[in-house]
């Protein structure tokens, strides 16, 4: 069923997620608290699907994140983690479970205005999924995977925040993307579908449908925030010029009735384990009651 789903069309997976948040408990009251929210500096257009701010109020708590992520990345040995033919590595910075409300990861993440503005797009408050720490290098090869255009197959809507900690330069492997209400047209236009052989589509297919004037390259200078909401919006990244990198801080927020969260998020909420009675109920929405 998952699989059918994960797969299947915008319209397929359209049905399936009202039928979801129909079926999820919390998830009037994350609207009705969504809506209560009120509105924050940081707006993320439905049309376009993402909204970058290269200055913003801030300023310290992303200081906080970058010079945690430096330190972290200064002290560990890139060289040993490296796997082969991999452009990218993202998952050994950053364990999860191990954060608490003091790291700046999650001082950041759950932000109210950060959280308000990802509320108001969403319609509702989401699960904050995941905190991760990215760092693309060069890789002399084809292009391949996350480096080609794709939607995101998680859900119909979902937000990354993304963070950036180096300076990122239109040889440092930015992110492009096509807007969603652009991204719209060329899912239908290309049959594409989330599946297997048609969620990573070449330059070339999707330039037949999408002129390349609505390409937007995330580039930006060091604290620069992004927020895109990458399954709407066809997006690639990491391919990065020789001797360059990039380095990101991702948060990830979802809905509960996600595609890969239903219908147990309960037990696989990444930030469970941050869930105290102290906590304020848009907290307790983020962590995953
Ligand atoms: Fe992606």
Not at 228 to 257: M, W
């Amino acid at each position: 069923m998952r699989t059918f789903i994960k797969y299947g069309s915008d319209a397929q997976r359209l049905e399936w997620s009202q039928k979801s948040k129909e079926d999820c408990k919390s998830f009037e009251l994350r609207t009705t608290v969504a809506n209560e929210m009120i509105q924050s500096p940081f707006v993320i257009d439905k049309y376009n699907g993402h909204a970058s701010y290269a200055t913003h109020h801030l300023t310290d708590l992303v200081s906080e994140v970058m010079q945690w992520s430096n330190d972290v990345i200064s002290k560990s040995n890139l060289k040993r983690r490296w796997k082969p033919n991999k452009p990218l590595i993202k998952l050994d910075f950053v364990n999860p479970s191990k954060l608490t409300w003091d790291s700046p990861f999650i001082k950041l993440a759950t932000h109210k205005d950060i959280i308000s503005a990802v509320s108001k797009y969403m319609g509702h408050v989401p699960i904050l999924y995941n905190c991760g720490l990215w760092y693309s290098k060069n890789v002399p090869k084809n292009l391949a995977s996350s480096q080609l255009f794709h939607c995101d197959w998680e859900d119909i809507n979902n937000i990354k925040l993304f963070v950036h900690i180096s300076n990122i330069t239109s040889e440092d492997g930015p992110l492009i993307i096509i807007p969603a209400n652009k991204s719209k047209q060329v899912r239908l236009a290309t049959n594409y579908t989330f599946g297997p052989t048609r969620y990573y589509l070449q330059d070339k297919e999707v330039e037949q449908h999408c002129s390349k004037d609505n390409f937007i390259e995330l580039s930006g200078q060091p604290g620069t925030l992004s927020f895109l909401d990458t399954c709407s919006c066809f997006h690639y990244g990491s391919r990065v010029k020789e001797s360059k990198n990039r380095i990101v801080a991702v948060f990830q927020y979802l809905s509960p009735a996600a595609v890969n969260l239903m219908p147990k998020y309960r037990n696989v909420a990444p930030f469970k384990h941050l869930m105290n009675d102290e906590l304020d109920q848009v907290n307790k929405l983020l962590v995953g009651i």
